[in-house]
């Protein structure tokens, strides 16, 4: 499941879905963009509600699309495909997709990359294809130069950790460009790079932080990064479980398949409810007192929808208060959803904070205690410890943890680091 170190950052997503080969059609009128192909289920909003986009649907622009999980465009010349996950692959988790149709004006495509893995292929007969991609306030012109040419880009956000950050909210947008076939022109306001399919310099990297990207050179694109059978198959069945939503209220629908005895169903489910925006029922799932998969997919779900832009806290802090949060135990959560910057990882007293809170009465709470503590100190991920088990249980695994740092002290892999070099 690992990244090969020359494609450090981008998810396997976006790497798998260069290698596939794009099937021609029928040329459309300029400037009109269509639905070819659905692999679960692509949604928009209408009236208040969402409806499901199908395959020869058109696309006007202004409309935003999210798709679960795959999903085939195609306008004058560009094809588009929009690929979502339920988690599993790359360091940053890709989820649903989600893109906004613009008008084309003098390019053969446009559209506004809001978050997830979206491929531009160009499907001319002859000549280049262009392309203007929107993100957090950045355009770029995209020009795919030869007929085949392919490039997939990746967009994540995450809010750095710490409390200060809760206040400022204001998450690092995170974003990848690969290019997997033929040869790649990407302008922005001030800067000009061209890219090719390996070997060349086939990868950019970017933040919101620094604003400069990283052109990466790949010797060849890596083997491993390849679908396998087993993978295909589990893929297949995430898209089958998300075709479920079709033709009903995906809100509903998500929310019953939280519930479901099939541990594939529950994380498709937690993840469409980050999809439509069901903040309460993914506060809920976080909760789950049966299902640890359910609760410990909330989070990363939580995190991510959190971190698509500026604004997301102040639904959520709604939706606490209509849940009757206690205001202390929504500024922990809060805190918890965030996670810690540097200098809160290095006190001891973070560690006494959160072995503290696998005892708290909510197990959402727990759970999210949980969460940190297999991340900071991997040395327990083997202690068995379910947030939403009986007391007794809770308490033998919590007690495991408490010898494993003991109080005043850091976990063992951070006291080691601190260790003079001999």
């Known amino acids: 499941m690992g990244i090969s170190p020359g494609l450090s950052g981008p998810s396997r997503w976006l790497a798998l879905a260069l290698v596939g080969c794009f099937v021609g059609s029928a040329p459309l009128p300029a400037q009109e963009v269509q639905c070819t192909a659905v692999n679960g289920t692509l949604l928009t909003r209408a009236g208040g509600g969402w409806r499901h986009v199908k395959a020869g649907d058109s696309v006007a622009a202004g409309t935003t699309l999210v798709s679960l999980f795959e999903a085939d465009l195609k306008s004058q010349g560009v094809a588009i495909k929009l690929l979502g996950d339920i988690g599993q ?78 206040l400022k909210d204001d998450p690092t947008t995170f974003v990848f460009f690969l290019v997997g076939k033929g040869e790649a022109v990407a302008v922005t306001k001030a800067h000009t790079y061209t890219l090719m399919a390996p070997p060349g310099p086939a990868l950019i990297r970017w933040d919101s932080v620094t604003r400069q990207a990283e052109v990466a050179a790949l010797e060849t694109f890596p083997e491993e990064l390849v679908r396998n059978d087993k993978e295909k198959q589990q893929f297949a069945k995430i898209c089958a479980a998300a075709a479920a939503f079709n033709g009903k209220n995906p809100t509903a629908v998500a929310a019953s398949m939280v519930k479901s005895d099939d541990a594939l169903e529950r994380l498709v489910g937690v993840t469409a409810l980050g999809a439509v925006d069901d903040v309460p029922h993914l506060l809920a799932a976080l909760g789950d007192p049966h299902h640890k998969d359910v609760r ?25 208060l209509k849940q009757q949060y206690p205001l202390a135990q929504m500024k922990m959560t809060m805190h918890l959803l965030f996670g810690f910057d540097e200098q809160e990882r290095d006190r001891p007293v973070i560690y006494e904070l959160l072995l503290h809170l696998l005892d708290h009465k909510s197990v959402a709470v727990r759970e999210l205690a949980h969460w940190h503590l297999v991340r900071l100190a991997p040395a327990g991920r083997d202690i068995a410890f379910d947030a939403g088990a009986a007391d007794e249980d809770r308490q033998k ?21 601190k260790k003079p070099q001999s």
Do not use: C, Y
């Open 296 to 320: 410990e997919q909330a989070v990363l779900v939580l995190r991510a929808w959190m971190g698509r832009s500026s604004g997301q806290l102040k639904p959520l802090r709604v939706s606490m």
């Open 89 to 166: 692959f790359g360091p940053l988790s890709v989820l649903d997709a989600a893109v906004r149709i613009l008008d084309a004006d003098k390019d053969d495509a446009a559209l506004a990359l809001e978050r997830g893995v979206v491929v531009l292929t160009n499907t001319k007969d002859q000549g280049a294809a262009k392309v203007l991609l929107k993100m957090r306030g950045e355009d770029v012109h995209i020009t795919l130069k030869t007929p085949g040419a392919k490039v997939g880009i990746e967009l994540h956000g995450r809010h750095p950790g710490g409390l200060t950050n809760i």
């Open 397 to 417: 695994a919590a007690e495991r943890w408490r010898k494993l740092i003991p109080a005043g002290e850091l976990p063992p892999r951070l006291k080691s680091l």
